[in-house]
């Protein structure tokens, strides 16, 4: 089995790159991606390690798109750090994430709440500080009892400590995916809240736009679920993918290569993406 959607401390997972491919070869893994919000600067940790654990590593990140009424998040894989439309995209997002950062300690400084910046990028490890980074220090700090109350009470959309964040079209990842040597695909479609119908006229749009694949197996899903996803998939002509979304500790239910315990994604995944690479 694989796992094609992970975070690290890189992002918003509570684990450095490295130990990811640990993770995904203690669980049975022969691949696994690492998906970071808008960055690739992990993937060379994780790759060295990957290597010597005999584990293949798939780069990748995952990025925020516009999307009503929501946010609907896009996989990219196959794409590497260096020259290309989407790493000069990313770079752009990465500024972009660095001023919401401060936005937000300072909304949180206003609220009589104990954050700052020195303290987020040592809670990250580096730069790619996030919001589960903020929730994380709350937690310490004695604010909140957990990440999740810390969400719903000052970081998730609408709450007073939250600012919204630059998002590109899904047809503008598409394509610069695409230029870039990679492909794009839908991430945890549930999460975009649609009805049925509505969901399968959605996903013939993304098709449309140039997204390759579908995320059906995902982590939190059910088994009907996994099933239902992965025949709008089908019928749409993209490939039916899958993976944990593990962050570690911020997301404690979740785990690499098996989700809550029943996710398996076939290897065979992995071969059915790059054959959609330009």
Not at 81 to 102: C, F, I, K, V
Not at 121 to 134: K, Q, V, Y
Request: charged share 25%; proline share 6%; glycine share 12%.
């Amino acid at each position: 089995m694989i796992d094609l959607h992970t975070h690290s401390t890189v992002s918003d997972g509570s684990d450095p790159p490295a130990r990811i491919p640990e993770l995904a070869a203690a669980a049975g893994c022969s691949a696994v991606a690492l998906t970071d919000h808008d960055r690739l600067d992990g993937l060379a940790e994780a790759r060295a390690r990957a290597e010597a654990l005999g584990v293949e590593l798939v780069p990748g990140c995952e990025v925020s798109c516009e999307w009503a009424p929501g946010t609907l998040h896009v996989l990219v894989y196959f794409v590497e750090p260096g020259e290309g439309p989407l790493q000069d995209e990313l770079a752009r997002l990465q500024t972009d994430r660095t001023e919401r950062n401060r936005q937000m300690v300072e909304r949180l400084s206003v609220l009589g709440l104990p954050v700052t910046l020195e303290e987020l990028a040592a809670e990250a490890g580096g730069d790619g500080a996030g919001r589960p980074h903020m929730a994380s220090i709350l937690v310490r700090k004695g604010v909140v009892g957990s990440v999740q109350e810390a969400f719903d009470r000052y970081l998730a959309r609408g709450r007073p400590g939250y600012v919204s964040k630059a998002r590109l079209s899904p047809r503008t990842v598409a394509e610069q995916a695409r230029g870039s040597g990679g492909v794009a695909v839908l991430a945890h479609p549930l999460s975009l809240q649609l009805g049925e119908r509505e969901l399968d006229s959605t996903v013939a749009e993304l098709a449309d736009a140039g997204l390759s694949g579908l995320e059906a197996l995902y982590g939190r899903y059910s088994p009907d679920e996994r099933a239902g996803l992965a025949d709008i998939a089908h019928r749409h002509g993209l490939v039916a993918t899958g993976g944990s979304d593990y962050h570690g500790t911020y997301k404690p239910d979740l785990t690499v290569g098996t989700g809550q315990g029943d996710l398996s994604v076939p290897e065979t995944t992995v071969t059915s993406l790059a054959e959609r690479r330009p």
